[in-house]
């Protein structure tokens, strides 16, 4: 419609209701005001609040509102579980170790009861390895004999619910919960928070898994329940994860990226250790002198570089925080008495101020793990470690001039993909060079592609 067409219907239309309003001789404005006097009245004759509370029940007293009042839907209102009789098993490296402690004192503070023997047990956890195909076979045949377990079980008992956590869990994933229908619940290393309410659900007849990776979970709010409590030594875990994507390596894939403990937590472990007689401290994580706590203090972001000479690494270091030497410097001052190792150290990362640490404080073991896994440059380069064999022969005479009578120990792996014997050869050359006082040497495990 056209805009002249349109302003002049609208004009008619105001004078049409201008008329209509006069010829009843009533303005618009008295009878809103009529209309308004109407809904008041109504309103008024109309029920009240107060007879809808007193059709209700009885009023009762509220006690004031305390301040650390949790709402009743965060609140975890679960019962302490009733089969809660709970048995571990645990494979594979010190981490492992650590692990268990982690879930069973998760576990412990749920209301589940440790016992000894598999046979009396309502729930069986296997903290299982994943970082050799060996390593998993183990775990294969053990659900085999506990299929046995689970089918003979007096029905009195309850249900026996199995578990499997860690690095095998997170590697495998759904084939676990296919290939083996006798497992419950499946929870990856950074999921042991979860394991009340894993275990919950399986209660229920169905399999739970967690195996979400997380860039910042280190327990570091959790203290570890020793498995032995008369030992006296422990691990106590410092990092978690790796990124230096060794091509040999499962660890980045099973354990996710690095992340490093708070201090205050770790040196609070500690102190607890040792007023419990504790007498050794081994400090552990994947690349256990790379440590940086991010959210300490900050130094310069200028500071010289962390990597030993000749190394390199994939990933860009980390600026700032508290340093590896930093922690071990406190950790030796909490009991002079105390010894104190470190595993496992990845080469490229022994800075001068480490090795003059180790050297002059007595307490900090004259040993160190220093891991080349092939004395080959062709090998190391294919394996994507970040150093040469001269690089690494360089870094042992630097430690030996810092540290006279140090002791070395290592890790190699033979039958490399496309080794060949003159590779090997190498690889025995550095053995008889360094001479190391003890070594673990392990066949390469071949791996599915996906």
Known sequence: MEPLKLSRLLSRAKILLSWRLLSTGVS??????TRKDEFSSRLAAGPHLKEFIASTTPAVAVPPPVEDDVPHYITDCSSPPVNNKVYFETYGCQMNVNDTEIAWSVLQKNGYVRINTAAEADVILLVTCSIREKAEQTIWNRLKQLAHLKRTRNKSQGPLRIGLLGCMAERLKEEILQREKLVDVLAGPDAYRDLPRLLGVAE???QAANLLL???ETYA???PV???ANSISSFVSIMRGCDNMCTYCIVPFTRGRERSRPVHSILEE?????EQGVKEVTLLGQNVNSYRDISSVQFPASEASHLSRGFSTIYKPKKGGLRFVELLDQVSRIDPEMRIRFTSPHPKDFPDEVLHLLSERHNICKQIHIPAQSGSNRVLEAMRRGYS???YIDLIHNIREHIPGVSLSSDFITGFCQETEEDHQETVSLLREVSYNSAFIFAYSMRKVD
Do not use: N, Y
């Not at 618009?28 to 005001?33: E, L, T």
């Open 28 to 33: 618009g404005s008295q009878k809103a005001a």
């Open 389 to 391: 064999r001269e690089a």
């Open 204 to 206: 229920t007849g169905q």
């Open 221 to 223: 709010d959790i203290m």
């Open 226 to 228: 020793q498995t032995s």
């Open 270 to 274: 500690i102190r607890m250790l040792s």
């Open 214 to 216: 997380s860039l910042d």
